[in-house]
Structures are given as structure tokens and as C-alpha cells.
T-cell receptor, first 112, second 112 residues
């Protein structure tokens, strides 16, 4: 069974204080690993897709990296508007299944 | 362009009543997914439609849950004889042939 574990559950940072969020996964063959951002009362917003170990993607202050067992979302010099819940998900190539298996998320708060 | 839309945004119902939740995917997206997000838990896959193929219903929690997709576009998720444990945010997502899924804002269902 595919499993995704995110840590920490919650993280509070001062504005400008860089940090990383972790996503550990167990899956029998990885089709893709996805990062989403979710603001309160809204649906998840797509950020990145990573396909193979060693791959990196960047967008503004965010950088996602992938190894064979985990992914990191690095946040450089965060701003209060980066406050949100960050979700990690995996997609496994089990037959025709394309559904995502999500972690429980990391709730990030960036204080001004 | 327009994103995924869902209606209603909020639904309050009494235990035992039936409810219908609607999803309008992004135009041209052939795949459509329903997920459920309960308080403090990750997103849980419910059902997946791809083109004219038979849907993947493997995530539906009971036979009270059903979904259909008419004309390869709009989808309706129906919950019969609602229970309090059905209270959650129901999220719809759509995608093209690629793996990235784009989510709607969700319907918050409250069963009294």
C-alpha cells in the first residue's frame, strides 16, 4: 500500500527564515511526486511534479527536490503570503490507476 | 482560462437525506477525480473517470456513494442516506493526458 508521511505537521517561521518541509514515501514504483499548496477554504493549488531521483524544480522562493525515499520543499526567505498548508502526493503506476495518494500536509505559518 | 468549478460551495443536510454535488472540469480535460478531505486528515481518493472508460470506483467508502459523468464533462457525486461521518470537504480535480491534477474549490458538506 502506498504511504506518504509529511513532517513537521506544523511549522512557524519568521519572515526571511529559510527552512525545509519533508515528504517521505513508500510506493512500489513511482510515476510522479507532486507538491500542492492549499489555502484555508480553497482547493489544492498545483506547484510541482518530480519524476526521478535527483530532479529539482524551482518557483519563486520554493524549490522541490527528490530522492528515492523522500522529497523536500525548501522555502528560501519566506514571506507571510507563503503561509498555507503544503501537501505532498504520489502517483504509482499500479495498472491504470492515476489517483494520487496524499500526505496529511505541513501547515506553514510565516510571521511578519 | 476557467478552472474547475464545484457547486454548491456549502451544503448542510440532515442525517438520512440524499445530497448531490456537482463538478465542472476544465474544458478539454478528459480525466476527472473526486476526493474527500476530512478535518485533520489528508485527501482520500473516491472515484476516477477517464474518457468513456468504466470509472475506477475503488475508493468509494460504501454503496451509499455513487458518481456519474455525463457527456464526458460534468460530474455529479451522490451520497444517499447521509451519515454524520460523511461530513467533509469534497474536492473534484481534472487533468489532461498528463499526470498533474487541477482542483476545484470544493464543497463543504455538513450532516447534522
Amino acid at each position: 500500500e502506498d504511504q506518504v508521511t509529511q513532517s513537521p505537521e506544523a511549522l512557524r517561521l519568521q519572515e526571511g527564515e529559510s527552512s525545509s518541509l519533508n515528504c517521505s514515501y513508500t510506493v512500489s514504483g513511482l510515476r510522479g511526486l507532486f507538491w500542492y499548496r492549499q489555502d484555508p477554504g480553497k482547493g489544492p493549488e498545483f506547484l510541482f511534479t518530480l519524476y526521478s531521483a535527483g530532479e529539482e524544480k524551482e518557483k519563486e522562493r520554493l524549490k522541490a527536490t527528490l530522492t528515492k525515499k523522500e522529497s523536500f520543499l525548501h522555502i528560501t526567505a519566506p514571506k507571510p503570503e507563503d503561509s498555507a498548508t503544503y501537501l505532498c502526493a504520489v502517483q504509482a503506476p499500479s495498472g491504470s490507476a492515476r489517483q494520487l495518494t496524499f500526505g496529511s500536509g505541513t501547515q506553514l505559518t510565516v510571521l511578519p | 482560462g476557467a478552472g474547475v468549478s464545484q457547486s454548491p460551495s456549502n451544503k448542510v443536510t440532515e442525517k438520512g437525506k440524499d445530497v448531490e454535488l456537482r463538478c465542472d472540469p476544465i474544458s478539454g480535460h478528459t480525466a476527472l477525480y473526486w476526493y474527500r478531505q476530512s478535518l485533520g486528515q489528508g485527501l482520500e481518493f473516491l472515484i476516477y473517470f477517464q474518457g468513456n472508460s468504466a470509472p475506477d470506483k475503488s475508493g468509494l467508502p460504501s454503496d451509499r456513494f455513487s458518481a456519474e459523468r455525463t457527456g464526458g464533462s460534468v460530474s455529479t457525486l451522490t451520497i444517499q442516506r447521509t451519515q454524520q461521518e460523511d461530513s467533509a470537504v469534497y474536492l473534484c480535480a481534472s487533468s489532461t493526458s498528463g499526470p498533474e491534477q487541477f482542483f476545484g474549490p470544493g464543497t463543504r458538506l455538513t450532516v447534522l
